[in-house]
């Protein structure tokens, strides 16, 4: 016997107030729990949809929010996975040589207090627009939530913390005219770029997929 949109659509509602947030991660569930009542049910079981559903939930509602937390553990592991392929594709490789060969080239023309200025900025505008994307499919436009793509940010982040700390550090040992300085500034510039442009790729190759996987 299958369910009514009204009893699928009760499901969701109700693993959503249990703090199931994410789309992908609840559709799942959903589907696992529409499954085992509607067995129940051709099984002869005729209390009714409402009944059925509660005694489920008393019996496998911690089961249920503790896969919750796996599904979430899963997409970090999976995201590590795609960031990692990603960095050791040859594509990758050219972009980091050549970003290195053009910053050290600019940094040799321009006064390195500049360069690291310019440095320290970085993280925040590659995050901005991520933010602002995010910000306005989520409340304009209603776009569900993904586990993928909120824990990607958690990445970026992170990322932002770490370079502004490196920064910092190396700031201190730049001095003008030092050919030290130049390959280090080089290499910084170089590894913030090509860092971001990965979790950029990354964060659209999810999307694509989310798109694909959920018609959204």
Do not use: W
């Amino acid at each position: 016997m299958a369910l009514t949109k009204e009893n699928i659509s009760f499901i969701d509602t109700y693993l959503e107030n249990s703090n199931v947030l994410f789309a992908d991660i609840r559709m799942e569930m959903v589907d696992h729990v529409a499954s085992q009542i509607e067995t129940n049910m051709e099984a002869g079981d005729n209390r009714g949809f409402y009944i059925i559903f509660k005694e489920y939930m008393l019996k496998n509602k911690a089961l249920l929010l503790n896969n919750n937390k796996q599904f979430i553990r899963q997409t970090d592991k999976a995201i590590f996975n795609l960031l990692t392929k990603q960095l050791f594709l040859k594509s990758t490789l050219i972009l980091t040589i050549l970003l290195f060969c053009i910053s050290f080239y600019v940094i040799n023309n321009i006064r390195l207090e500049l360069i690291t200025n310019f440095i320290l900025v970085i993280p925040i505008l590659s995050v901005v627009p991520f933010v602002i994307i995010y910000l306005v499919a989520k409340y304009k436009f209603n776009v569900p939530r993904f586990s993928g793509i909120e824990r990607l940010g958690f990445v970026y982040m992170a990322l932002c913390q770490i370079f502004n700390f490196l920064i910092t550090i190396t700031r201190g040992y730049v001095k003008e005219n030092s050919e030290i300085s130049y390959y280090l500034i080089s290499l910084l510039l170089t590894t913030v770029v090509v860092l971001f442009v990965i979790l950029i790729q990354v964060t659209f190759k999810l999307l694509n997929n989310y798109k694909t996987q959920y018609l959204i």
